[in-house]
């Protein structure tokens, strides 16, 4: 059972656009979401999160877009640089003792100079 | 500097020979994680230590086993290695169980032969 879902699988975007990728979940005990960033060779490292008390949260170019009531959330990478060209993956933990990071499947977006 | 380290980045071992991947912390986190990942899949959690205590996950396979001897170390033992067990593991950490973020070492790419 898939419990977080992603997409695009891959996405090409041009240089200074907006790359836009998309996750829904299913457990509604989940509670924290974070966005992580992995180049190849490397292990993932984290973007940026959310709480599901927030609907959005910016930092530099890179915006969470959270719906509760949808049970979805994703992410903005606004002017897309080749830089940004990574694995992105969506993840989401449910609180309490066993802290446990369930990931969406990933997305590989290039970024075209 | 790095915060995760794992030994060896890249490991080629025998069909059926056992083989020790090992990762170390500099950050004094309470728990530490085993991920496998298999290319262009999600990471998948095979265990985690809080403190000295052991979470299997229900489907992580019997030939898959940890040790964590101290804080700063942990080891994944996998006892008679597939070649479906050729993938990159990663070890990861957090301070505590909640929403803190996990960091990941860069990795080991396992091979078997």
């Known amino acids: 059972q898939q419990q977080v879902k992603q997409s695009p699988q891959s996405l090409i975007v041009q240089k200074g656009g907006i790359s836009i990728i998309n996750c829904a979940y299913e457990?509604?005990?989940?509670?924290?979401f974070p966005w992580y960033q992995q180049f190849p060779g490397k292990g993932p490292a984290l973007l940026i999160a959310?709480?599901?008390?927030?609907s959005e949260k910016k930092e530099g170019r890179f915006t969470i877009s959270f719906n509760k009531s949808a049970k979805q959330f994703s992410l903005h990478i606004m002017d897309s640089q080749p830089g940004d060209s990574a694995t992105y993956f969506c993840?989401?933990?449910?609180?309490?003792?066993?802290?446990?990071?369930?990931f969406g499947k990933g997305t590989l977006l290039t970024v075209n100079p | 500097d790095a915060m995760v380290i794992q030994n060896p980045r890249y490991q080629v071992t025998q069909f059926g020979k056992p083989v020790t991947l090992s990762c170390s912390q500099t950050?004094?986190?309470?728990?530490m994680y085993w991920y496998q990942q298999k290319s262009s899949q999600a990471p998948k959690l095979l265990f985690h230590?809080?403190?000295?205590?052991?979470?299997n996950e229900a489907d992580t396979p019997d030939n898959f086993q940890s040790r964590r001897p101290n804080t700063s170390f942990c080891f994944l033992d996998i006892r008679s290695p597939g070649l479906g067990d050729a993938a990159m593991y990663l070890c990861?950490?957090?301070?505590?169980?909640?929403?803190?973020?996990?960091?990941f070492g860069q990795g080991t790419r396992l091979t078997v032969v």
């Open positions: 230590y809080y403190d000295k205590d052991f979470n």
């Open positions: 950050l004094n986190h309470n728990v």
């Open positions: 959310i709480r599901p008390d927030v």
């Open positions: 990861a950490t957090s301070r505590d169980n909640g929403d803190t973020e996990a960091f």
């Open positions: 457990n509604t005990a989940f509670d924290y």
């Open positions: 993840a989401a933990v449910s609180g309490g003792s066993n802290y446990k990071l369930t």
